[in-house]
């Protein structure tokens, strides 16, 4: 008996004498929320729509350029069929008509190149843009999470593999998303203005094939 309690009172001793653990405290946020209506996205966003604008333009250029080809291909086509003409200059023509052709499709292909180098070039700059600010707002994260004295924080936006948030249910409370918001839009400028998403190339050649087409 006298061993036993010995044992139980030098367990309850070495119990006392471990370091004291804090108490644990979750909060949640929406980091998509919290990036989306984020000042800096907003301006972001209003730079990229101003690119896309001005590669739209290029692009309706560029067009522009080919469809006065076509023409000038179509004017050939009908002189190299016209019987007024001479035999030779009906095959001067036809010749001319071909190198047109050659000379539509490289166009053609200039447009497309363009059209999807700009698009891709945009996307690296709004995949650099939310990188770096999602670091950003994980700092503020960080902050106000310490100085709620959380040892945890979960993002809420985020899908499972099931296609469901990562958080099922969280008590407002606990839940940091609008001080987040508050803090990172402290110096929120107007918001801007919309435009448009550049397309690929609007002129076709009226039955011609492209020489490396079958």
């Given at each position: 008996?006298?061993?036993?309690?010995?044992?139980?009172?030098?367990?309850?001793?070495?119990?006392?004498?471990?370091?004291?653990?804090?108490?644990?405290?979750?909060?949640?946020?929406?980091?998509?929320?919290?990036?989306?209506?984020?000042?800096?996205?907003?301006?972001?966003?209003?730079k990229?729509?101003?690119?896309?604008?001005?590669?739209?333009?290029?692009?309706?250029?560029?067009?522009?350029?080919?469809?006065?080809m076509?023409?000038?291909?179509?004017?050939?086509?009908?002189?190299?069929?016209?019987?007024?003409?001479?035999?030779?200059?009906?095959?001067?023509?036809?010749?001319?008509?071909?190198?047109?052709?050659e000379?539509?499709?490289?166009?053609?292909?200039?447009?497309?190149?363009?059209?999807?180098?700009?698009?891709?070039?945009?996307?690296?700059?709004?995949?650099?843009?939310?990188?770096?600010?999602l670091?950003?707002?994980?700092?503020?994260?960080?902050?106000?999470?310490?100085?709620?004295?959380?040892?945890?924080?979960?993002?809420k936006?985020?899908?499972?593999?099931?296609?469901?948030?990562?958080?099922?249910?969280?008590?407002?409370?606990?839940?940091?998303?609008?001080?987040?918001?508050?803090?990172?839009?402290?110096?929120?400028?107007?918001?801007?203005?919309?435009?448009?998403?550049?397309?690929?190339?609007?002129?076709?050649?009226?039955?011609?094939?492209?020489?490396?087409?079958?």
């Open positions: 008996m006298k061993k036993s309690l010995f044992a139980l009172l030098t367990l309850v001793a070495a119990a006392v004498s471990l370091p004291a653990q804090p108490a644990f405290k979750l909060v949640v946020v929406d980091m998509a929320k919290v990036y989306d209506n984020h000042y800096k996205t907003e301006e972001a966003n209003a990229f729509r101003e690119a896309e604008q001005k590669a739209q333009e290029q692009i309706d250029e560029l067009n522009k350029q080919g469809q006065t076509v023409d000038e291909y179509k004017d050939l086509v009908d002189q190299s069929k016209n019987t007024v003409l001479t035999a030779e200059a009906r095959s001067k023509a036809e010749a001319d008509a071909q190198k047109k052709l000379e539509i499709q490289r166009k053609r292909n200039e447009v497309q190149n363009f059209s999807v180098n700009t698009r891709n070039s945009l996307q690296q700059r709004i995949k650099t843009h939310r990188d770096l600010l670091e950003e707002i994980a700092k503020v994260v960080n902050d106000l999470a310490k100085k709620r004295g959380a040892t945890l924080v979960l993002d936006s985020g899908p499972t593999l099931f296609g469901i948030s990562n958080v099922i249910y969280a008590d407002p409370s606990y839940d940091i998303t609008d001080e987040v918001l508050k803090e990172v839009n402290k110096d929120r400028p107007p918001p801007a203005a919309a435009s448009t998403t550049p397309g690929a190339t609007q002129f076709t050649v009226p039955g011609a094939t492209p020489p490396n087409k079958p």
